[in-house]
């Protein structure tokens, strides 16, 4: 047995699918055949052989691989496993049903897509509590003596000179396991699990030799983004790859932890958390909603609402910037956003311009945001006044009032603006009207004799 390292010489991390994808393009060879390992210590070897392998010390008992091959296809036989949607199977094809329903087996498994071998490696996988680093194999089978086609039921060299079939290949199962050569088998079973995972069958050999393949690692630390990029990019995840009902059922197993929350998931958490006052749990489900979907505006608003409840008036800032970038006539971004120029960040003509811009979109549909529309024309005089540009102020308080005329704020913020250009008659006439309409509440508060 060849104990050594892996064919390359220097071994190979990766860290992300596009550093993969770059070693994959650098191998050599034809038919290349792909395998996940979720631990990088494992060696490849067939379910079978690490079923019945012998304690360490103990001597290996010739025939016993073989011995147990074939005992496992009695018993399947004897049970009626043979027959299966109306037809008798192969040993070759009983070998991979029973393969495919968690038996330990001569076949190990491999595919010939590159990234599912990927997922398979990016398992977590724990030993003694600390997780593992993994490694996807790459080998070369063009060595291959004969190569086994399930299509056509035939068996062939890759030359193409002798076929045979595999009623004669099965009879002569045992010789196949005698030869110590490398067999691999494309399965006609057409279980959805197989066609996903693009599976290919090798067998012949209870282990194959570090020599006959190259590696490369995956850090434990890597693992989940690669996961997350392999489901985001390509598609790849549990129920692609297992998507048949016995997959469906396992992935959905009581131990699995449940991890496909979508972003709007997410929001919905975070908007119970706001709406309860509870704004860092509210942030936390903010974050995970646009690590799942960046692009979603509605979690980067509620977001900015949490950053300017906390006081992180740079960061609301950045989120309602997200947001508008996303959702340009979302209005109510540039009235937060122009708000926290205004109030916190002192900056006047970046919360005017944010004014503006929902002042334009407004007005696209003024009737139906009637109190939206009148806080971007307040807002905005606000800000004209502040920067002593009273005439346009007054032009923005009148568009203001026309709106809601029953806004005493409004009336005096106006009257602040003629007061500034001299206009105090007109200063007295918006100050007489905000007393009027703060009147009825001033006479409601002075208690009756």
């Given amino acids: 047995m060849n104990d050594g390292a892996d064919k390359q010489a220097t071994?190979?991390?990766?860290?992300?699918?596009?550093?993969?994808?770059?070693?994959?393009?650098?191998?050599?060879?034809?038919?290349?055949l792909y395998r996940g390992l979720a631990n990088a210590k494992w060696q490849v070897e067939s379910a079978a052989y690490r079923r019945i392998k012998e304690p360490e010390g103990t001597p290996?008992?010739?025939?016993?691989?073989?011995?147990?091959?074939?005992?496992?296809?009695?018993?399947?036989?004897?049970?009626?496993?043979?027959?299966?949607?109306?037809?008798?199977?192969?040993?070759?094809?009983?070998?991979?049903?029973?393969?495919?329903?968690?038996?330990?087996?001569?076949?190990?498994?491999?595919?010939?897509?590159?990234?599912?071998?990927?997922?398979?490696?990016?398992?977590?996988?724990l030993e003694q509590g600390v997780a593992q680093d993994g490694k996807v194999i790459a080998m070369d089978t063009t060595e291959t003596d004969t190569t086994i086609s399930g299509l056509d039921e035939k068996s062939q060299l890759q030359s193409g000179f002798r076929i045979v079939s595999l009623e004669q290949i099965e009879n002569k199962i045992q010789e196949f396991l005698d030869s110590k050569t490398l067999w691999k088998w494309e399965p006609t079973l057409q279980e959805s699990r197989v066609i996903a995972q693009r599976s290919i069958?090798?067998?012949?050999?209870?282990?194959?030799?570090?020599?006959?393949?190259?590696?490369?690692?995956?850090?434990?630390s890597a693992k989940k983004s690669i996961l997350r990029a392999l489901h985001e990019k390509f598609g790849i995840n549990e129920a692609g790859l297992f998507s048949d009902f016995a997959g469906f059922a396992l992935a959905n197993a009581h131990e699995k932890p449940y991890e496909e929350y979508s972003a709007d998931d997410y929001h919905e958490l975070a908007e119970s958390y706001?709406?309860?006052?509870?704004?860092?749990?509210?942030?936390?489900?903010?974050?995970?909603a646009i690590a799942k979907n960046s692009e979603h505006a509605e979690a980067h608003?509620?977001?900015?609402?949490?950053?300017?409840?906390?006081?992180?008036?740079?960061?609301?800032?950045?989120?309602?910037?997200?947001?508008?970038?996303?959702?340009?006539?979302?209005?109510?971004?540039?009235l937060m956003r122009g708000t926290a120029y205004e109030y916190m960040l002192g900056k006047p003509k970046e919360a005017m311009n944010d004014y503006t811009e929902a002042i334009k979109i407004l007005s696209k549909d003024?009737?139906?945001?009637?109190?939206?529309?009148?806080?971007?024309?307040?807002?905005?005089?606000?800000?004209?006044?502040?920067?002593?540009?009273?005439?346009e102020a007054i032009k923005d308080?009148?568009?203001?009032?026309?709106?809601?005329?029953?806004?005493?704020?409004?009336?005096?913020?106006?009257?602040?603006?003629?007061?500034?250009?001299?206009?105090?008659?007109?200063?007295?006439v918006d100050e007489n009207r905000a007393n009027e309409i703060n009147q009825p509440e001033i006479k409601q508060a002075i208690p009756t004799q």
């Fill in 397 to 428: 308080f009148d568009s203001a009032i026309k709106i809601s005329p029953d806004s005493a704020e409004i009336y005096l913020a106006r009257a602040q603006s003629h007061r500034a250009l001299g206009n105090e008659g007109n200063a007295k």
């Fill in 201 to 220: 069958f090798v067998f012949g050999q209870e282990m194959i030799q570090n020599d006959r393949y190259e590696a490369a690692y995956i850090p434990a």
């Fill in 366 to 391: 003024e009737e139906k945001y009637p109190a939206s529309y009148t806080i971007a024309y307040h807002s905005r005089g606000r800000v004209r006044a502040s920067m002593e540009n009273h005439s």
């Fill in 11 to 32: 071994p190979i991390s990766v860290e992300t699918v596009e550093e993969f994808s770059r070693w994959v393009d650098g191998r050599k060879g034809r038919l290349l």
């Fill in 274 to 288: 706001h709406q309860r006052d509870n704004v860092e749990k509210a942030m936390q489900y903010c974050d995970k």
């Fill in 60 to 125: 290996e008992i010739p025939g016993v691989f073989k011995n147990y091959i074939s005992q496992l296809l009695d018993t399947a036989r004897m049970r009626g496993f043979r027959a299966h949607k109306g037809r008798m199977l192969s040993d070759l094809e009983l070998l991979a049903r029973l393969q495919h329903f968690g038996a330990a087996t001569c076949l190990i498994d491999f595919t010939r897509s590159p990234l599912v071998a990927l997922w398979f490696a990016c398992h977590e996988q």
């Fill in 301 to 334: 608003y509620l977001r900015g609402r949490c950053n300017s409840a906390l006081k992180n008036w740079e960061e609301s800032v950045k989120d309602f910037s997200r947001t508008v970038a996303i959702n340009p006539a979302d209005f109510t971004s540039f």
